[in-house]
């Protein structure tokens, strides 16, 4: 073989190296549009099945400073301060005479506070919004906040509140103690068809409210919880019983 056959040689080897790199691209880049079958015949990839809406929905949008996490906390908490609640709560002690029993005839509580709203079908805590009053639950710092326009005095059922559902139980003495504090001075309620139990925000002391059933059947009991004024805050409230 002389030197130009050698060359051309080298030179269709190095045709047949370019032809077949370039076959192989053109292959990867056909897989990705389309799948290859058992049959070898590409398969167009499938149409979205998603909603329109949904898959708008799912299209990020970029957020500003203004409304990043640090704004939102910022905005949270100057809206809302965290309560201390230094109220006087009853003692055992004092809890049995104001049921009029030993403090070891004392049934319960049941507990009911953000965290805790529903027990079952005949004991548990509804929060009521009205058009000038609003609650805020808080679940972490385990609080109820209750907050809207501060122009004066509510009237009656004007106010946003928490409603207590419990049956009672024949020839049972119910007695209910509820942490309260606020902002300004306002008195703070605790109603049912009967009467109306309240205390100040002035005495520091919880609220409390007593309920009898001297009859021999069961007594369906509504008692709602509000104030006179807005931006006041509930801590938890306790249920207990005994026998009259």
Known sequence: MNERSHHERRRNLRRLAATGLGLLLVALVGSAAAKPTANGKAVPAKASKLDPVWARALTPKPMGEAMGPAAMAVA???????????????????????????PAAIQGPLVYDSRTLYHDDENYMELISTPVSSMTVRTKRNYLYIYGSEAGVLAPYNAAGAELHFTAAPRTRY?????VEAG??????????????????????????????????????????????NQWYIDRCELSWAPL
């Open 76 to 102: 949270r908490d100057q809206a809302m301060k965290v309560p201390a609640f230094a109220v006087k709560r009853l003692t055992p002690v004092e809890k049995g005479d104001a049921m009029g029993v030993a």
């Open 184 to 229: 300004p001075t306002m008195m703070i309620s605790a109603t049912d068809e009967r009467a109306q139990y309240s205390v100040s925000t002035d005495d520091k002391a919880t609220l409390l409210y007593r309920r009898d059933n001297p009859g021999a059947s069961p007594e369906p009991v509504v008692v709602r919880i509000a104030a006179d004024r």
């Open 175 to 179: 007695l209910l103690e509820c942490a």
